[in-house]
């Protein structure tokens, strides 16, 4: 697991204060004031111990100057990334995201067995408009340096380098990306995933939809990430407008079992 960069602003976030922010204040997370501190009670036994939660930090800029934030929990080799927010139109994680760190610290061995690493929202401008692209109309899901581009380079915008250097440090064992779909949900994967989509089936009974099943999506994290890096990504839909509480219950057990690895 390679350095991170220098961050340059840090910020603190209670859990059940952010959840409720999540829910009631537009653009959830990213435009929520974070409360002054944190800490978050992870059970041992029979004997409950208060421990500091890392905080959010700023790891770059949208185009709009907004904070692109990542967060790291637990100790262990096995190295997650999770992407709370692609497409600024699809709010339904931002429960998940804000609840997934304690839910990983709640269980008992998983912060020793692995390390996940969170990135907030890639799309700050968008979720605040409310737009699938970012400030500029791009759609940062077609804006990385994948193989199947049809025309371009990628990496064109800040915040799509943003992740696809964070992912390059981490070279994570797992990349989870939350999205939402028009009319269903399902478990997509892009290259060595597939393991990992039927366990994420196993524990949610969302149906595995293998790329080769949807449209082609030259430019995108998928693609770039799974199959020309050949780091296994899921791609969450979500049914698009399910209540972001709803949405994190349905799905917490199966993040949680790919997270472990098991
Ligand atoms: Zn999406």
């Not at 500091?52 to 967060?71: D, H, L, T």
């Not at 692609?86 to 609840?99: D, L, Q, W």
Request: net charge positive; charged share 20%; aromatic share 8%.
């Amino acid at each position: 697991m390679a350095h991170l960069p220098a961050f340059v602003h840090t910020v603190s976030m209670r859990p059940m204060a952010t959840l409720f922010l999540c829910l009631v204040v537009p653009g959830g997370c990213v435009q929520a004031p974070p409360p002054a501190w944190v800490t978050e009670r992870q059970n041992a036994g029979t004997e409950s111990t208060v421990i500091p939660v890392p905080k959010w930090q700023e790891i770059g800029r949208s185009v709009e100057g907004r904070p692109i934030r990542y967060r790291k929990v637990g100790s262990g080799h096995r190295c997650v990334l999770w992407i709370g927010g692609v497409h600024g139109n699809e709010t339904e994680g931002v429960v998940a995201t804000c609840e997934l760190p304690s839910a990983f610290l709640a269980e008992k061995g998983l912060a020793s067995r692995a390390t996940l690493h969170l990135v907030e929202d890639m799309n700050p401008d968008g979720r605040f408009a409310r737009t699938r692209g970012n400030s500029r109309g791009v759609d940062l899901n077609r804006d990385f340096p994948a193989s199947n581009r049809r025309n371009g380079r990628g990496l064109s915008q800040p915040e799509s380098r943003v992740v696809h250097d964070l992912v390059l440090k981490l070279q994570p064992d797992l990349v989870i990306v939350a999205h939402s779909w028009r009319d269903r949900c399902f478990i997509n994967f892009d290259g060595p995933a597939r393991r990992a989509a039927y366990i994420f089936h196993g524990h949610s009974r969302y149906p595995v939809v293998p790329s080769t099943n949807i449209a082609v999506t030259p430019g995108s994290m998928g693609s770039w990430c799974g199959w020309d890096m050949a780091i296994p990504i899921l791609t969450l839909e979500w049914r698009r407008g399910t209540p972001p509480g709803l949405a994190w219950t349905e799905t917490k057990e199966a993040i949680l079992a790919v997270t472990r690895g098991e």
